[in-house]
């Protein structure tokens, strides 16, 4: 009797030790993972922060005039970040353009007007656009064929593309149409202002000195 209840007692003991050690397992197995989680973000972080710093030759982004005019389209939609021209992988995170968030454009003369709530407004001046794209991908962010509008301009030295996407996709056709047309690795040419091209457009002046010829 004595025998039987020995051996009952040794094998609770026993099972009681296991679920001892199954539950020090798994909070070792959690906490690691959790450990794991915050070492990967935080070289996620130091990594933005880095290229943030090595994309420190960009400029300071132009703020929106006070007084745009009247805008020629407005469309809504989400603002997906922002690359060198060209390479939808090299994402650009300085002064506010890496971060995505909901967007609203407007056209007007002085050129498009970008207002993010929660982040960074700034204005792509009309005589740095070098033109308007469909595009699948930007950023790192892949959508439909067709499905981001990619504005090309120019910022500092750099050659930018800026990505969105319209509520109503239906609507990039028509800001490409205004804004021109653009292809990866063509070379972009400035944009001509309109004062200039009204100056070519206008017929010289007349010379009174050709009437007086025509006489002689």
Known sequence: MRTALTSEDGAETVRRSQEVTDWGARIAWVVGLLLFVALVYWLMREGWKWRATLQGDLPELPAPPAEPGPARLRMAGRYHGSTTAGQWLDRIAAHGLGARSRAVLTLTEEGVTVVRPGAGDFLIPADRIRGARPEKGIAGKVLTEGGLLV???????????????????????RWIEILGSHTPGEPAEPAEPADAAAAEAAPAPHDPRHDKEGVR
């Open 151 to 173: 504005i090309t301009w120019q910022h500092g030295e750099r050659l930018l593309d800026s990505g969105f996407r319209a509520d109503r996709s239906a609507e990039h056709a």
